[in-house]
């Protein structure tokens, strides 16, 4: 046998023998984790042993001479005894006298003008809910579990309210308060106690519907003074005036340049018009709060591709909403419908100033009628110059015949295919001759 075999076979026992001892070390490890493991297994189940108690458990019902336990949480994540020195926060609980299921939970922590108020029938819990909650009280001495159930089955929902600032509030302290410092002091409750969502919820709508903010009135002084006054239109337009129609053009030659939309809706306006878009976007529906009109023609906005075409759309449904709402606002049948509806400061401004009188709270006939002709055109552009009467009659509480009438006015033609009644813009606009009251003459 040669040298190099010799040192290949020595090599090769070497490895050999290597290889043996890791085997050795890896079984004693694998040894010592079995027994770990048994050790820890019979440790854990000695201290099972050791805790496990017997406990006797008693279930307890509602006491008509007593208040079953009372829960409440804070949405907002507002923890009343972090960092809290002095006294605990003040509990009280309030019950209804001829409506006992009635309870109100009120927390005020220590040296705060801020209680937490809970109430068992308002709020998310005036819903109803299929479950009874209970609370366990666990003696571990005497091995007793009391199970009692939670007042009126109700978890309360502590919402802020500040003190003196509610008109549930009643004293000197709420007569002090001007406006600027309730909103002020709304403000901070906000900030300080509110959800997140709640915070960006008021931020967006401070953002859109701003009125004393100075660079606003700034830079809306700015644009006036870039607005050049065309008397001629003006003269001209007032000539017209009598009709209380919009800004139009009898020489127009296209449907859409008969009423220029730059007139009715400003550029500046159409940053405000984003509501209808965003429910879009967002996959709802939209409510019965909007005008039938809206709700009929909204669900076509996301088959439109033009991305600037339905934003367009979107603002005409947006801007015929604030003009019917606020025809409600100022009338007897209709003021309840937009109650809560909020215009734009900005284009609320404008509507008064076209629509309203400041010593009426209704508006007066021509104006209104005014103010129907700016719906009507507006639904022309939304339907391609060829609008059904029927739902936008239902939203103005008016009836067909009343509506045909404005609609001629504009220099509309009236079509009927079926049962529908269709109104069409021809152009060059024609306007029906306004006819005068005959004279009896003797």
């Known amino acids: 046998m040669s040298q190099y075999s010799r040192d290949i076979l020595s090599e090769e026992e070497k490895w050999r023998k290597k290889m043996k001892k890791r085997k050795l070390k890896e079984a004693k490890i694998e040894a010592m984790d079995v027994d770990e493991e048994e050790q820890g297994m019979n440790e854990m189940l000695e201290r099972k042993e050791e805790d496990e108690i017997k406990l006797k458990v008693e279930i307890l019902g509602e006491q008509p001479d007593k208040i079953s336990p009372i829960v409440g949480y804070f949405p907002s994540g507002f923890d009343p005894l972090k960092k809290q020195h002095g006294p605990p926060p003040e509990i009280r609980v309030f019950r209804n006298t001829k409506r006992t299921q009635r309870l109100q939970l009120v927390v005020t922590p220590n040296q705060s003008q801020v209680d937490f108020i809970g109430h068992s029938h308002s709020s998310e819990i005036a819903a109803g809910s299929q479950c009874n909650y209970a609370l366990g009280v666990l003696d571990k001495e005497t091995g007793i579990l009391k199970i009692v159930p939670i007042a009126s089955n109700k978890i309360f929902r502590l919402e802020p309210k500040i003190q003196g600032l509610d008109e549930s509030d009643k004293g000197p302290a709420k007569e002090e308060l001007t406006e600027d410092k309730k909103a002020h002091i709304q403000r901070e409750r906000l900030l300080m106690y509110e959800t997140k969502r709640a915070i960006n919820k008021d931020k967006k709508k401070d953002a859109i519907y701003k009125k004393d903010d100075p660079s606003t009135q700034e830079n809306m002084e700015v644009k006036l003074k870039k607005i050049k006054i065309n008397k001629e239109v003006l003269e ?66 996301p088959s439109i591709k033009d991305d600037f075409e339905k934003s367009k759309i979107a603002g005409l449904f947006s801007f015929i909403t604030h003009l019917i709402k606020f025809k409600d606002k100022h009338s007897f049948e209709g003021a309840s419908s937009a109650k809560n509806h909020i215009i734009p400061a900005q284009i609320y ?53 009343e509506l045909r009438r404005h609609f001629e006015n504009l220099g509309c033609k009236l079509k009927r295919e079926g049962t529908a009644l269709w109104a069409t813009l021809p152009v060059p606009l024609t306007f029906p001759q306004i006819k005068g009251k005959r004279r009896n003459n003797k």
Do not use: C
Not at 280 to 296: A, C, D, I, K, M
Not at 366 to 390: C, Y
């Open 349 to 401: 401004q404008r509507f008064n100033s076209l629509f309203a009188e400041s010593d009426s709270k209704r508006l007066l006939d021509e104006k209104r009628n005014l103010l129907i002709s700016h719906v009507l055109v507006l639904t022309l552009f939304a339907d391609d110059f060829k609008s059904d009467m029927a739902d936008i009659a239902k939203d103005l509480r008016m009836t067909a015949v």
């Open 236 to 301: 001209s337009a007032g000539s017209q005036n009598y009709r209380n129609i919009p800004f139009h053009d009898v020489n127009a030659t296209t449907p859409d340049s008969a009423y220029p939309l730059d007139k009715i809706i400003l550029n500046s306006d159409w940053d405000f018009l984003i509501d209808v878009l965003e429910y879009v976007q967002s996959g709802e529906g939209l409510t019965q709060y909007y005008p039938t009109f809206v709700r009929n023609r909204a669900h076509k906005l």
